[in-house]
């Protein structure tokens, strides 16, 4: 059974700094898209990051929202998926959902038949 667990949410001022990690179970990591989607309030879900990994082969996504403020990263060993958001902006508060999916990442959210239950990320200015 696939499980995934986010941790790592919280409130945080303009300008800082947060981690959020995902715990996951019941799959291997290998061939599989995993990443972040996030909703905030009154808007659709938006695909954050995501990240796939098949060998030697590593495709990462940012969405332009967080592109040179977030890295993603995957602990094969921990079984953890991990979001770095740096320089948080108001604009960054949401909920935040780890996903898994077989195969190449994808863009919407229909793609993604895994999700967490979601983290809460608050940035006060």
């Given at each position: 059974q696939v499980q995934l667990v986010e941790s790592g949410g919280g409130s945080v001022q303009a300008g800082g700094s947060l981690r959020l990690s995902c715990a996951a179970s019941g799959f291997t990591f290998s061939g599989v898209c995993m990443g972040w989607f996030r909703r905030a309030p009154e808007k659709e879900r938006e695909r954050v990051a995501t990240i796939y990994i098949a060998g030697d082969t590593t495709v990462t996504y940012y969405s332009s929202s967080v592109e040179g403020r977030a890295t993603?990263?995957?602990?094969?060993?921990?079984?953890?998926?991990?979001?770095?958001?740096?320089?948080?902006?108001?604009?960054?508060?949401?909920?935040?959902?780890?996903?898994?999916?077989?195969?190449w990442c994808k863009t919407t959210q229909y793609d993604y038949k895994y999700w967490g239950q979601g983290t809460q990320v608050t940035v006060s200015s």
């Open positions: 993603i990263s995957q602990d094969v060993a921990e079984k953890t998926l991990s979001l770095q958001i740096n320089s948080l902006k108001s604009e960054d508060t949401a909920i935040y959902y780890c996903v898994a999916a077989p195969g």
